[in-house]
């Protein structure tokens, strides 16, 4: 069987950046959020303010559920350098 050959270092490296990004699409849903309420109370419309407010929330939690599937993408990917490296230096023979 041919051996496989992993660069650890870049799936460690890719995590960092997923996660990086997850995080910043996090903290973009919570600014959104805050934007968007602010909004929908300047209105001056209780149905319209409920509307806009509504759609904020949905719109927000949407990127918030993408942010937090793109950290624990990030995650995974780390995880798995760590464990192919941890194979390569107990298991396999050079």
Not at 1 to 19: H, K, N, W
Not at 69 to 94: F, I, K, P, W
Request: aromatic share 4%; hydrophobic share 45%; proline share 1%.
């Amino acid at each position: 069987m041919p051996r496989i050959d992993v660069q650890t270092e870049s799936l460690a490296a890719g995590g960092a950046l997923q996660t990086a990004a997850g995080g910043h699409a996090l903290e973009a849903a919570g600014e959104l959020r805050a934007a968007i309420a602010e909004a929908a109370a300047a209105v001056g419309h209780a149905g319209a303010g409920g509307a806009i407010g509504g759609w904020g929330d949905s719109w927000s939690l949407s990127l918030a559920a993408l942010g937090d599937a793109t950290v624990r993408t990030g995650g995974n990917l780390t995880a798995a350098g760590h464990v192919y490296q941890q194979t390569d230096e107990s298991q396999m023979r050079r």
